[in-house]
Each structure stands twice: as structure tokens, then as C-alpha cells.
């Protein structure tokens, strides 16, 4: 398993195509990424009924595949440690579960032991299948990695969170796991597929303002729960504006009083929108002891570790040659579509069918088409942010991992 | 505006349909009509810069629809408490917004007065439209209303809840604003769309188990916040068996501990499943002094008054004589799947297209086959529980109400 060396193009040839560029917005590269094969060693059930693992066990592996990117701010560290440590986690939880995953349909219990006949029947009714354990293992790695990061920032001394957007291969599925505002989508020739969801300030709006709610002196009196559609002043007092609150997908108007001029707990729009005027994601890792500038007001609360795993059933898919996963940091995403992206995919794919390092050099492109430099198009804007780009092709995959 | 009769079929002739059967599990049907005319008054801007609304002014007025199923629990007095009250709260919350609502895009000010120059900017950025506006009174409505039968059952010494469908159509737009467990369904020859999503503790097992994650002593000490594929017995103990808590969409493994044999919050499949073992669903109005059976746990905390809305805009639909929309409490859904019920619905007014009672007769006839009756066909099982259904013809409510 490797941490990426930061300001290179890293290339494994042939099975998929990685490419990182540095915006020199700071020293270090606060992207990180990490990828490998990932090995889940299963262990024999003992032989005694109520003996546990065994410690020493056949070798036996279940194989799969793991790209991660971790789009840091704050510095670097964050982002380094998870790149150096999140899949390990995984392949621990992974591990933990394992026999549970190679069954037919998870046991209520992991040692295989049946307590009660109708056992089955009850993980059956609650549709518990095989690949929950491994979303499950997921939303667990990332909690694990999130702990991990706390406490070693803490000891070194050092500050700063990351992003963390994950795809695992494995028993022919494959698993996005997403904390934050990178994106995976699947490119196929005539179907574009979007494989995670950004978690942001503005997307998350009602889970903060809920918390906020229940907790009111989590804003210490310093920022308005409230949202309106811009920051009020005092000309606004005494007026009836548009605003919403916790429990409202609708908006409605209020009379604004003297508190709903403090500014606001999601403040900005779109790429500007912030979280307590700090930070433009609302999930991800690290960030323990982030404050608002020149208060004592925590971040942490508001920010959660806890990613969303999507499942693609790649088995289920005739694949052509084609076909891949474009991962990537809001770099990218800021400044390309998903349809922008999946055209400069598939014409980049097609003029370049015989290059053996065509995934790569398509990583390559992508991050390019960000500087204002078009090698396969004149489409997009100009990226000012870290760029990280992961190509991987499904079908290469299919051949190459081999699942269990 | 009429609260309906509680056991009779009432009929409002070639506008809609409505059927009602009480199923004898109670004296009083729980479940609980409304509909009528939603007149909302429009009050011109006061002259002076300063001056609030008019409290008399130009008699002119906004017109709509509005259909309301209550489907009560624990006696029927909150369902008719809220037949009764939540249109004068939807009237009101409308009222208060109805200058905004008819404006091409709703003003920062409600009083049309700019303080900012770029404020029709900041909305515009915001994408607020009237409809959020109408979404937001909904939003209002079903809290206020909440309040009042909150109030009212505490001042009478009456107990129970009830669930909430609402539809209103306004402007040429159908907003559905659901709490609870009943369903709208859009009914066209090709095509049905869902309207509608179901609260209960199953569907918001994460945000009931956040809650008790945030709030271990809402639980007392007496329930497991923990989801297991079936309640846990002393056999269990110190096994590794399936659980998920409230950040994880997927399952892992845990080792049984002497709490997680409590009750669990959330118990039961389907049908079944309760909250605290008392209540199958999560949102609805009342039962403020909800307790569970011989403790001091309060269900309330964990139930919200919130409505989801879904928009159907109808102006926009080509729309054709026989596309209705059916709301109908969960004893209809318990017996017949959404495709179920449009096969039904379709043949129904093919047969029936001369009758001017056809849309009554359907909805009586929709009641008839979750009886075993079955008058459209052989579907469907027996529901032992009230039943009411609205048919809403779209066709006709385009030609009736007229918008504004």
C-alpha cells in the first residue's frame, strides 16, 4: 500500500491512471492519495463451539482493490496520515467481518453458532446481505481513521483535517465510500453515472442547523442558526425578510430581530459557502481542534467522519473496454461537468485505443484541462485548487482483480 | 371547509372522490377527512414606508384546493382536532407570505422595500421560488397545528396523535405535504408517480437512533438504541452478532453485552415495528403526553410534527380525463401495492367513463377491495384497519379552481 509521492504524476500502467498536480496554493500539496491491493486475510472458525479466532490461522486471503483520495486543508498532515493510515483500517474492520461476507447470507452470529432456528429467517426479513457488512466496514474504517488522526495530531502538535473519497473493489462490486466534496462517476459509453454525493455546508444545511438547534450553545452566542439569503444589517431590522430554519425544505418570511444580524451558520453560496465562516466541507477527517478565528467555538461538532457508500454491481454490468471510474477533488469538479468530464473521457478513450498507457495519460489530460491548457478540448474554466484524478478502467479490473 | 363524518361515504360529485370505512377496531373511526375551498385573503402593501398590513383592506383573494386525510391513534380526538384546525393554520401561514408568493420571484423584504440593490440577486443565487414559499406555509402549518392539538387535548384531559396527508392545489401546482404513513399516488394511463414518502420508525431508524445517540436519557435506561436482526436473549450474551447504530447504513459485528438486551428502540419488521414498543410511525400530530406502558418515556421527542413536500406541477402535465391522484391512509397500502391500485383506478374509469359519480364510485370501490370484496378485480388481501381514500381528478381540479 503507498502513500503517493505529492507533486508527481504517479502512473501504474495498464490497470489504471492517477494524476495529481500541485496549484502551489501552498507549500505542500494538500491532495494525497493512496491505492493498492488490498489483502483481507480470513480466518478459520475454531474448533471448540465457544473458542474465538484463532490467532494463527490457514493463509487464506480475499483480495480486492482500493483507490483513495484526501483532499486536505489546514496543511497537509491530515491528509498525509489518512493516506498513510485509513487503509488499514479498512482491511482490519474488513478482516473483523470477513466470514460473514464470504457466506451466502451474513450469520446472526459471526461464529456460526445458531442460537435460535429461525435465525436466518430474521437477517433474511431484514435484507442483510453480504455487502452491508462491507459498507458497514467502510463507515467503520472511516470512524477508526478519523479516532487515529485525532489522537496523532494531538501528540505531534500539528492541526488541519482532509476529505476522503475511497473506491474498493471487491467480490465484484465496487464500493464508494465519500467524506466531503470529491466525486466519483462511472463513464460508460452511453450512460453517465454519478457514484457519491459532496457533503457540504449548503448540502448539509438541515443537519446543522438540527444540531444547532438542540444545542444552541455550540454558536456561543456568536452566529445565527438562521439562514437568509444574504447576511443581514441593520437597515433589515424590524423588516419581514425570507429566511429558513432547521425544520423548512420552504422558506417563509420573519420580522428580523437584533440576534439575526450575527452572522450565520452557513454563510456564502456554492463554492464561497463556508461552515461557521471556516470551512467548506461538513464532512470528513481530522479537524479535532479547529476553531472559528479568535474563538473557542469547536468545528468538530459540526463535522462528521461518517462517509456515504455507494455499491456498483460491476458483475452486473456488460463491460466494455472503455468503461471507467473518474475519481476526483472538487479541483476538477469545480471547474468540469460530469458530462464535460465523461466527453473529454470518452473522445480522449477512443483517439487513443493502442496507447498502453492511455488511463494514465487521460488522468493527465483531465488535470490539464483545469490549468486552462486543452489537450482534447477548449471546454472548461481554470482551476486555482489542488487537482487529483484517478482513472481506473472496469474492465482491466474485472480481469485483474479476480475478487475471491 | 367541513370536517367530514366520521363513518359515512361523502360525496362531492364529479370534483372528487372520497370513501371512508371505519373497520369497528374503535368505537370512533379514527381515521379523519377534510376538504373545501382554500380562499387566502391578499392584502395590499401599506402606503407608508413603514406601515405594517392593512388590517382592512381590497377583498381580493387567492384561490385553492385542499384535501386532508387523518389517520388518528390512541383514541380519534387528535385526528379531528386536526381536520378541524390545520386549514385555518395552512390559511394563515399563506397569508402571511401571499405577497411574496404572487410576486414573478419572492422579494428579499415581503414588504417590497429594497434595502440592498443586489437583493432580488441574493434570491435569485438562493433559487427561491414562490413554491418554496408555499412549501415553507405547509411546513409552518403542520407545526402550528401540532401546537394547538397539543394544547387543546391538555386543556380537555383527551389523549392520542394522528397521522397528516395534505394536498393543496395552488397556482397550478398539487403540493402533497406528508407526516406519517399514509400515501398519494399520480394515477395517469402510463405512468405513476409517488407522491408521497412513508415516516416511520424503520424508515427513520437513523434519525431516531441519532436522537437517542445525542439524548442517551430520553431511553431511560430501559431500551438498547441498537439495531439487532431480532431482540437479544441471555443465549446472546457474549456472542459476535449482527448490530447497526445510527451512523451506519451498513452491518457489522458486536459482541453482546448485558445492555443490549434491553427492548430495543426501534422493534418489529414492517407492520410491525414500533417505536419504544408503542407507535408505528415516526411523524404525525399530538401525543404530547405520549408515554410508553408504565414508565416516564416520552415518545414526543422522537416523533416530529414535520411534513415532507413533494411539488407535482400539474400545469406543466398534458393532462388526460382519467389521471387522478389517490391519497388514502396506510389500510389501503397494507393490502394493495401502488401498482395495484392503478390497475384498479385505470379500469375502473375506462369501464365507467359515462358514470358522473365514477370518481366517488372509485374511491368506494378502492375501499370495497381492501375488504375482500372485490368489485374491480380479484387482488388484494383483507385490511383490518380504517381505510380512507381521496380521488382527486386533476382533469377537472384544472378546470374548477382556476388558480389566482
Known amino acids: ?237 424590524g423588516q419581514k425578510v425570507l429566511f429558513r430554519d432547521h425544520h423548512m425544505n420552504g422558506w417563509s418570511y420573519k420580522q428580523v430581530e437584533k440576534s439575526d444580524l450575527k452572522y450565520p451558520l452557513i454563510h456564502g453560496q456554492g463554492r464561497q459557502a463556508r461552515l461557521l465562516g471556516t470551512l467548506a466541507v461538513s464532512r470528513g477527517l481530522g479537524d479535532h481542534q479547529l476553531r472559528v478565528l479568535d474563538t473557542n467555538i469547536q468545528l468538530k461538532p459540526f463535522l462528521l467522519s461518517i462517509p456515504q457508500v455507494t455499491v456498483l454491481d460491476v458483475d452486473q454490468l456488460v463491460l466494455e473496454e472503455e468503461d471507467v471510474v473518474v475519481m476526483a477533488t472538487d479541483g476538477l469538479w469545480d471547474v468540469l461537468s460530469n458530462e464535460q468530464v465523461a466527453r473529454l473521457v470518452r473522445s480522449f478513450l477512443t483517439d487513443n485505443r493502442e496507447d498502453p498507457h492511455r488511463f494514465s495519460e487521460l488522468a493527465k489530460m483531465l488535470i490539464h484541462n483545469t490549468q486552462g491548457k486543452d489537450d482534447g478540448g477548449t471546454e472548461g474554466q481554470v482551476s486555482y485548487d489542488d487537482v487529483s484524478v484517478f482513472v481506473i478502467p472496469l474492465h482491466s479490473q474485472d480481469q485483474g482483480s479476480g475478487g475471491h
Open 1 to 237: 500500500m503507498n502513500a503517493l509521492p505529492c507533486t508527481s504524476l504517479w502512473v501504474w500502467p495498464m490497470l489504471y491512471g492517477l494524476g495529481i498536480i500541485n496549484a502551489e496554493k501552498s507549500e505542500f500539496n494538500e491532495d494525497q492519495a493512496a491505492c493498492g491491493k488490498l489483502c483481507i486475510r480470513r480466518c478459520e472458525f475454531g474448533i471448540a463451539e465457544d473458542q474465538e479466532w484463532l490467532t494463527v490461522c490457514p493463509e487464506e486471503f480475499l483480495t480486492g482493490h482500493y483507490w483513495a483520495l484526501f483532499d486536505g486543508h489546514g496543511g497537509p498532515a491530515a491528509a498525509i496520515l489518512a493516506a498513510n493510515t485509513l487503509h488499514s483500517c479498512l482491511r482490519r474492520q474488513l478482516e473483523a467481518v470477513v466470514e460473514g461476507m464470504v457466506a451466502t447470507q451474513p450469520p446472526m452470529h459471526l461464529s456460526g453458532r445458531s442460537v435460535c432456528s429461525s435465525d436466518p429467517h430474521f437477517v433474511e426479513e431484514k435484507g442483510i446481505r453480504a455487502e452491508d457488512l462491507v459498507i458497514g466496514a467502510l463507515e467503520n474504517a472511516f470512524q477508526e481513521c478519523d479516532d487515529v488522526i485525532g489522537r496523532e495530531l494531538e501528540a505531534s502538535g500539528q492541526v488541519g483535517g482532509c476529505t476522503a473519497l475511497v473506491a474498493v473493489s471487491l467480490q465484484g462490486k465496487l464500493y464508494v465510500a465519500n467524506a466531503g466534496d470529491s466525486r466519483a462517476i462511472l463513464v460508460r459509453r452511453d450512460e453517465i453515472r454519478v457514484l457519491s454525493s459532496e457533503f457540504t455546508p449548503e448540502t448539509e444545511r438541515q443537519r446543522i442547523q438540527q444540531l444547532a438547534f438542540i444545542y444552541p450553545e455550540l454558536l456561543a452566542g456568536e452566529f445565527t442558526r438562521l439562514e437568509f439569503p444574504r447576511r443581514l444589517k441593520g437597515d433589515d431590522l
